[in-house]
C-alpha cells in the first residue's frame, strides 16, 4: 500500500501532536553502524532534534547523510537536513515548539544555546514501513 493520509495520521498519533518521542538513530561511518537514542519531535514527514553540530553523530552524517530510524512498529531512512543555529530567527517557531515538546529536560544544562554549534536536526523520510492493525503502509 502507498503512503497516503491514513498512514500521515498514524504517524501524528504515534509519534506527533507535540510528543517527545526517543528514537533509534542509526548512522555509518568506515562501514560500522553506530546506534544512539535521541529525542525527536515528528511533523510533516520528518523527525526534529536539538543536537551539537561537532558531535560524532553528525561527523557520521557529513560523510554519509542517510540515516535508519524506527519507533513503534515503524521503520525508515531518512535525509538529514541541518537546520542551524537552534536560536537563529530562521529557526524561530520551530524552536519554541522544540521547547514545548522537550519542556522536561531542555533546560537540564545539556544544551547551550547560546552556543551557534546547538543545532536542529531535521530527518526528512525518504522511504519507510508503517504497521498498523494488520495493514503494511510502505513510503
Known sequence: MNWNEQAERIMMERFGNGKDNIIPLATVENGVPYLRYVNAYYEENSFYIIT??????????QTNSVVAIAGDWFTAHAKRESLGW?????NCLLAEKLKKTFASWIDNGHNVFSNENTIILRLELTDAVLLSHGTRYEM
Open 86 to 90: 537552534f536560536c537563529d530567527e530562521k
Open 52 to 61: 551539537y553540530a561537532l558531535s560524532n553523530k553528525m561527523r557520521h552524517i
